[in-house]
């Protein structure tokens, strides 16, 4: 856990809006209820699609650099802030993809940076406003499961930046955030290796935000989506919802990190298999052998003389 | 030489069989890896001829390429049967050598000579008859002072009053010839001989003056015949003693003389109870019942038709020394054939000099005594193709520069056979001591003079160690004597035969070697695009092996044995490297890439167990391979070592040629079509360096592609299909192969295959044509489709 980091008293709730700090304040309670003293979530996606800038909506303070136009060098960031005996840890991760390939040394920062540290949400941005899902999502996709395994799916939510949009002429805003996210869901499905009626049976979380000042804001000064929904206490209900949904969160140990080492797999087994190998292959090969020896065709001469001897005692 | 028998006349066949050859004619044999081939060409039509010629392992039959090695490695086996004048027949067998000198033969040519002639030979001049041309005149005519020159012999036969043909077996007993010259004496001695015969009940000599001085012979006789007989039996009088017949008493009684000759009778009942049943097979004996019951009665003709009859399935089945002695039991239902099959009294094995001489050998007996199929030993019949055999499993010791194997008559057993063999030992040891020089690339990659790198390889072996066939070898070769460290492969190595004893019929080979190699990792290789990127690995290993070789035909074997080794990987410039590049996405690259050694530290030891499996079933179809192979090996880590590494790295393979059409087997008939299946897995449980990894693509993986291309993995599954079709005298083929990872890629340390950018599987397939040794083909790589030409040498599969 992030024991070890000194965390700071989280300030940042008192920015939000009065409405929004009362429904922050009930999800803190829940977790107080639950006995669950911290909560670290996990931000990953593509680079430049507004990871730190959602981290700095939720923590509602500059905690994270953002910059604009590139990429925040490697090293993920861990953004760790306490209220009333809750620390809710957010690690913000640099892009993962790099002149058109997944950069594995970035997967690999990360893992090493997560090590020993126990991840209860993995939230996976992308932007709303992209029409496309391509080979690099699913790059992406792909990576994260094969660096924390799929069972991370389970502990995630789609966030879907940006989303204050206007869709293309004649599409209705709803349908497309539908759409939108159907596709990038198949995505997670497939590299989760999940079958879509297990998916149904937990709905894939789903999480809508506009990190841009510009954002509309209600009577209530709360920001808020097209639809008109306040999207930061939803983001914070929905992490809260996924964090008790049931399933293990995943803790990164050495194992993980390093990941599964091929070589010690089935090493037990090697007497076995060599007994295997030598007992049912290799004997009945030499008795196959034998056997042609016995039945091998041999030349007249051989059997008529073997014969006459016969004959002969 | 006639003999009497209770119920009639025995006939003794005249032993002249030589002219028969008893060899087929010529045909061609190639055993599958022994690589003799055995041609039968005569030089003359009496000496029918068997050459062998051994050459370096090589699986050429083509007929064209067989004069070829008959000419270039001078090893041969010849065996000529010729007829003495004393109608013993004797055979030879020589392996290795110069074999078919013309001093041998003309040896043999003057010995094929009857003697009767040979002692006239000397007579510059004949004389002529002095009589008034063509009249007919009384043997008892003839002057005995003169030496008559013989224009013809002609035999008539005055119960069918015919002439019989001159090629007739008749000939052969008559051993008179036109154009020789005889006295009066000797024609009377061949005259006596026929009449004693016991073929005829008449015999006359007639002669018939020419014009030129010569006289004409002819022998006009009337043949015996016999009662007719129903059955035929044939037994095996070899090393029997003959009965030797009771003179009749000219005083006896008629009483005494039925009592003599049912005493007569008796013994020869005995005697056909006693003896041993030939090896003639019961057609050939039916035949011979056939040819009986065709006949009124037996005639001598008929029985001279039978005995040749039996001979020449003696002679067509190798039996060189069998023979006809006796027609028994005549005049009764059954007719008794009395071969002498050609026992073995014993085998000599006798070492020679250079020089022909019989010296002491080095080698042990034993060594050589278990190479003689048990058919060639006393109480064997002799056979020449066992004869062939043990000429061939002697010559394979490797120890023998000549091998030899000569029957003789048995002086003192009657009808037996000495079988002598003859070897000429090798020299034992040998060293050797070459150099040579190399252009290497210079640094522009021209050759330059300060390139030039002096060379050489130091080698001996000792061979034939206590005489027991064991041998010690070893060899040092550099390319670069100036800095030897540089480039130094060696190798040491002791083989230990007959593990189990020379006397115990299981063969285990013992083998220990210390050796180096030096080879490119196909690991750490690029894939398309990326080959320039990747710098390349070298691979050395050290180490110390023995294993124990059990081989149970010349292709199937068990091999067990514990590896020592220590390997290294080396950098392009010789130093010791940790890992491999790594290709970094803005196309830069860095050395932190996939390990290559399992301690990390660029320097593995390590000891395991390999075993080995072979079962190969694989034959030659005129020049066609066709049958099964399958191989299982399996390296077992003892988890001694760096890291105590512990694994199970084991491979299966399988081949299947299918022949696809029957032809007959011969030299000049076209090879079979044949479909090729294949199939090799590979895998590895446990400790995996990246060098021990399974390398898809190359020549021997997947066509079309270069050694690694396609990556190297955990486990592989390599599926190829070839089909050949038979053009001329080599082939034509089409191939299809597949190489997957099955997604084990990512098992080996740093995953090799992704990091450097390889697929991980492919396909290919392409046509390509057999040229020799050589295969040209046109490959189309599946992943890129393109296609493109190589040439390689040896096998595929």
């Known amino acids: ?313 | 030489m006639s003999k009497f028998a209770i119920n009639g006349q025995l006939i003794l066949l005249p032993e002249v069989s030589t002219t028969n050859s008893h060899l087929p004619t010529p045909r061609k044999h190639s055993a599958p890896s022994s690589s003799h081939e055995l041609l039968n060409n005569a030089p003359s039509p009496r000496f029918p001829s068997l050459i062998c010629c051994c050459s370096s392992p090589n699986r050429n039959t083509e007929p064209s390429s067989s004069g070829h090695l008959l000419k270039s490695l001078g090893k041969s086996l010849f065996f000529g049967s010729i007829s003495p004048a004393a109608s013993q027949f004797s055979s030879t067998f020589s392996g290795g050598g110069g074999g078919g000198d013309g001093g041998l033969w003309r040896d043999l040519f003057s010995l094929a000579t009857p003697v009767a002639v040979a002692d006239e030979k000397h007579s510059p001049d004949w004389d002529s008859h002095g009589l008034p041309a063509n009249i007919v005149v009384q043997l008892n005519k003839l002057s005995g002072l003169k030496k008559y020159k013989i224009s013809d012999v002609l035999f008539f036969d005055r119960r069918s009053k015919t002439t019989a043909p001159a090629e007739d077996s008749l000939s052969e007993m008559v051993p008179i010839h036109p154009g020789e010259i005889h006295t009066k004496a000797q024609l009377q001695n061949d005259l006596e001989t026929l009449t004693s015969s016991g073929m005829f009940e008449k015999v006359d000599l007639l002669g018939n003056t020419k014009p030129d001085g010569t006289l004409g012979l002819t022998f006009s006789f009337v043949e015996s015949t016999w009662k007719s007989a129903e059955r035929f039996r044939c037994i095996n009088v070899g090393l029997m003693t003959q009965p030797k017949p009771v003179p009749t008493d000219s005083d006896m009684t008629d009483r005494e003389m039925i009592e003599y000759y049912r005493n007569q009778e008796k013994d020869y009942k005995r005697r056909i109870d006693k003896a041993r049943p030939c090896m003639l097979p019961g057609p050939v004996q039916r035949e011979m019942m056939l040819m009986l019951r065709d006949q009124k009665n037996v005639s001598a003709s008929l029985l001279r038709r039978i005995g040749d009859r039996v001979v020449k399935w003696y002679r067509d089945n190798g039996y060189a020394y069998a023979n006809v002695t006796n027609f028994g039991s005549l005049n009764s239902k059954e007719l008794v054939c009395e071969v002498s099959e050609g026992d073995i009294t014993r085998v000599v094995i006798q070492f020679q000099d250079k020089l022909g001489n019989v010296v002491e050998g080095h080698t042990q007996i034993p060594i050589i005594h278990r190479e003689i199929p048990k058919q060639l030993r006393p109480g064997h019949v002799l056979n020449m193709k066992a004869a062939n055999q043990a000429v061939k499993n002697i010559f394979s010791l490797n120890l023998f520069s000549n091998v030899e194997i000569i029957p003789r008559a048995d002086e003192k057993n009657e009808g037996g056979v000495i079988v002598e063999i003859n070897l000429r030992e090798a020299d034992k040891k040998s060293a050797e001591v070459s150099t040579e020089w190399n252009i290497v690339p210079g640094p522009g990659g021209a050759p330059s003079l300060e390139s030039f790198q002096p060379g050489g390889s130091v080698s001996f072996e000792h061979k034939n160690i206590h005489g027991l066939n064991r041998t010690f070898m070893g060899s040092v070769t550099t390319s670069n004597l100036l800095n030897p460290e540089d480039d130094l492969a060696f190798k040491l190595e002791y083989v230990h035969p007959h593990l189990d004893g020379v006397y115990n019929s299981r063969n285990r080979i013992f083998k220990t070697s210390a050796f180096n190699s030096r080879k490119l990792s196909p690991v750490f290789t690029g894939g398309p695009g990326f080959e320039e990127l990747v710098p390349p690995l070298v691979v050395d290993r050290v180490g110390l092996k023995a294993n124990i070789t059990e081989n149970f035909t010349r292709q199937s074997k068990s091999t067990y044995g514990l590896v020592l080794e220590e390997i290294t990987t080396r950098d392009g410039n010789i130093q010791i490297c940790k890992s491999g590049m790594r290709l970094l996405p803005d196309g830069g690259t860095s050395d932190d890439g996939p390990p290559t050694t399992l301690s990390g530290t660029g320097v593995d030891r390590v000891a395991f167990l390999q075993a080995n499996v072979t079962r190969d079933n694989t034959k030659f179809v005129n020049g066609a391979i066709v049958g099964d192979r399958t191989v299982f090996q399996v390296d077992q880590g003892l988890g001694i070592g760096s890291k105590c590494p512990f694994f199970n790295r084991h491979q299966l393979s399988l081949t299947k040629f299918i022949q696809l059409k029957r032809v007959k087997e011969g030299s000049g008939i076209p090879q079979p079509p044949v479909l090729v299946l294949h199939g090799h897995y590979g895998s590895c449980v446990g400790d995996l360096p990246s060098y021990e990894s399974f390398a898809i693509g190359g020549p021997n993986s997947v066509r079309g592609y270069t050694m690694g291309e396609l990556g190297a993995a955990r486990n592989i599954l390599e599926l190829s299909a070839e089909i050949r079709v038979p053009v001329k005298n080599t082939h034509v083929y089409a191939f299809a192969e597949h190489g997957n990872d099955l997604g084990s890629s990512k098992d080996v340390k740093g995953n090799p295959t992704a990091a450097y950018r390889r697929m991980g599987h492919g396909s290919s397939y392409g046509l390509g044509v057999k040229l020799g040794q050589v295969r040209a083909e046109y490959a189309v790589d599946h992943n890129r489709g393109t296609g493109a030409f190589f040439l390689r040498f040896g096998e595929r599969y």
């Open chain 1, 1 to 313: 856990m992030a024991a070890l980091q000194m965390s700071r008293e989280w300030i940042g709730i008192q920015q939000f809006p009065p409405a929004t700090q009362s429904k922050l304040l009930e999800i803190l309670d829940k977790f107080k209820q639950e006995d669950v003293s911290s909560l670290t979530v996990l931000v990953m996606g593509k680079g430049g699609v507004g990871k730190s800038s959602t981290v700095n909506s939720v923590i509602g303070e500059r905690a994270a650099a953002v910059s604009t136009f590139q990429s925040e060098g490697l090293r993920p960031t861990l953004v760790s802030r306490s209220r009333s005996g809750f620390t809710l840890n957010v690690i913000d991760t640099p892009g993962l993809i790099e002149g058109g390939y997944v950069n594995d040394q970035a997967v690999n920062l990360i893992k090493g940076f997560l090590l020993n540290k126990t991840i209860d949400v993995l939230l996976y941005v992308d932007r709303l406003d992209v029409y496309r899902v391509d080979d690099l999502d699913r790059q992406v996709v792909t990576a994260i499961t094969d660096a924390f395994g799929k069972e991370i799916w389970k502990k995630s939510a789609l966030v879907l930046s940006h989303a204050q949009f206007s869709p293309p002429d004649g599409l209705n805003y709803d349908l497309f955030v539908s759409r939108r996210s159907d596709a990038l869901l198949k995505l997670i499905r497939a590299a989760a290796q999940v079958k879509k009626q297990d998916m149904q049976g937990s709905l894939f979380p789903v999480i809508r935000v506009e990190n841009s000042g510009r954002c509309n804001k209600n009577e209530s000064d709360e920001k808020i989506l097209p639809d008109g929904t306040s999207w930061i206490p939803n983001l914070f209900k929905t992490i809260t919802e996924i964090s008790f949904n049931g399933s293990e969160s995943i803790h990164v140990d050495k194992k993980l990190v390093e990941g599964p080492n091929p070589n010690e797999r089935g090493k037990r087994l090697i007497p076995l298999i060599f007994a295997f190998q030598y007992l049912l292959l290799m004997k009945p090969l030499v008795r196959l052998i034998k056997s042609d020896v016995s039945r091998e065709s041999k030349p007249a001469w051989e059997i008529r003389d073997s014969g006459s001897a016969s004959r002969r005692a």
